[in-house]
């Protein structure tokens, strides 16, 4: 009797074999393509072709990463620094207006500023390649078309609406008595945000960046259209829609930039994982 007291709570604890099923599938399909990538980067093209799945230790080469990274035409690399500075300048726009603005909109119990904040989530449903034509008369007529700071405003703009949204989470967390306290001590709202409330905002500030940072990384769209060919300018996406574009059939040049495209990504999510986890569920665990 009591054995089976003691069974009862561990059979309660074991994951439903559906649940576990559907996490190996959705582990083989995410992983699959990884894989693919990161084998047959260092393959020649007959083995690519005649087995893709393949590791052939013994044919495995560097050979075609080190044409990818010093190659003149598709240097993927060489758009590293580029889009390191729109990931940047990108970034520190928006914390600069998306935090004040979910101060505000926190902070105040008024119906108009709460409808302040579903027209910011509204924007969040609009496909923002539905907004590219309009954006390019528009960027146009106030003289930014093709150029950077004309992609970085419009970056931001599309940045703005997730992240006023997860500042308004975590503000609404912090108690108001440190405001009060604030008020008391002579502090107005402007310096009450940066001085007092912003440091405490950490987990979403980091949160923000991170979203934002891999967005922009991965963006071809909007770099795309923005900046076209004769400016100059290439992010990673684009440098490998403009070279690898020219070799399609060797796959050879493809795998190793497509690789070279990602892993600064992957990297960066592994390690920075766990804060965007606590940044999305802090607010949660405090209401």
């Not at 609009?126 to 093709?146: F, K």
């Not at 497509?258 to 405090?286: C, D, E, N, W």
């Amino acid at each position: 009797m009591a054995l089976s007291t003691d069974l009862a709570p561990a059979a309660r604890r074991r994951p439903p074999v559906t649940r576990v099923v559907l996490l190996a599938v959705l582990f083989v399909v995410m992983t699959i393509p990884a894989y693919l990538l990161l084998v047959n980067s260092f393959k020649s093209q007959q083995d690519i072709q005649g087995n893709p799945f393949a590791i052939p230790f013994g044919g495995l080469t560097l050979e075609y990463l080190e044409a990818a990274v010093s190659s003149p035409q598709y240097n993927v690399l060489r758009s590293y620094g580029f889009t390191f500075f729109l990931v940047v300048c990108v970034d520190i726009l928006c914390i600069a207006f998306a935090g004040p603005a979910a101060y505000v909109i926190a902070r105040s119990l008024k119906r108009r500023t709460q409808l302040l904040l579903l027209y910011f989530l509204a924007g969040t449903f609009i496909p923002s390649a539905a907004l590219i034509v309009p954006l390019i008369y528009v960027l146009r007529s106030i003289g930014l078309g093709n150029t950077v700071t004309g992609l970085i405003l419009h970056d931001v703009a599309m940045t703005l609406p997730v992240s006023i949204f997860l500042f308004v989470g975590f503000i609404r967390t912090i108690p108001r008595d440190i405001d009060h306290a604030a008020a008391i001590d002579g502090a107005g709202r402007l310096r009450t945000y940066w001085q007092i409330i912003f440091p405490l905002t950490r987990p979403a500030v980091v949160t923000v960046l991170i979203l934002n940072s891999i967005g922009i990384w991965n963006d071809f769209i909007s770099p795309q259209v923005l900046l076209t060919p004769g400016s100059g300018n290439y992010t990673v996406t684009t440098a490998i829609y403009a070279g690898v574009s020219q070799y399609s059939t060797d796959l050879t040049k493809v795998f190793p930039n497509l690789l070279l495209a990602i892993a600064p990504v992957i990297i960066f999510f592994i390690y920075m994982q766990r804060h965007i986890i606590s940044g999305l569920t802090v607010g949660a665990l405090k209401g």
